[in-house]
């Protein structure tokens, strides 16, 4: 009664997605102390932390409801796992927790936007609209980011939108890789790490697309 291959493949893609908040951390490296040692420590641990939290939530959840139920009750089915093991206080308890899961990643991209925008913009890939000397000053990247972040979570379906981010962030994670691969001696790194995240992005990212392709179009 398992799903195919093709879909078992593609839901990588969203795991990846759920996972993704550990690239933001990089963009904090300007603001520690001691970065070498501190940003591995940061990025294993947030991993770490994360695959934890969600073997264990999804545990407790298969624990509560039936396969079925959970299909049946979709994003919701953390929170209706709740409503049965703490009642209606655990029900809206989980539902306040699922907003404020859903802006922290918001605020981190927001967090990082200044920066990246606006380092683009210097280097004349972005318009200089997003750079500190834009018309908008300093912060016209996060005001420009803020809005545009704003027009798509209101104008297009959630699922939509995590299907999307999902494609865009693997395809820029393997031209990330790709390109650290092509300076490994400047960057002083392994070649095989980098191939096998180029081939494992690659393959997730063919399946996704392929499975969005055959199920939902619209994604």
Known sequence: TYPDAWQILASVALTFFAFLGFAVISFAGGDLADPHPE???????????????YVLISICV????????VIDYGPTA???ASRINLGEGGFR??????????ASPVIATLYASGGLTGS?????????????????????????TAVFTLLFVTGFDLGALASVGSAVSLAVFVLVAVAALRKRVELEAQAWPLLVGIVGSATVLCGFLVNRWLHDRRC
């Open 120 to 144: 683009l913009a210097d280097a004349e890939l972005f318009p200089p609209v997003f750079g500190s000397r834009g018309r908008l000053g300093r912060h016209g990247g996060l005001l420009l």
């Open 62 to 69: 298969f624990g509560t409801l039936t396969v079925s139920q």
């Open 78 to 80: 953390i929170a209706e």
């Open 93 to 102: 308890l989980m539902s306040v927790a699922a907003l404020l899961a859903t």
């Open 39 to 53: 940003m591995p420590r940061a990025m294993y641990g947030a991993l770490g932390i994360t695959a934890v939290l």
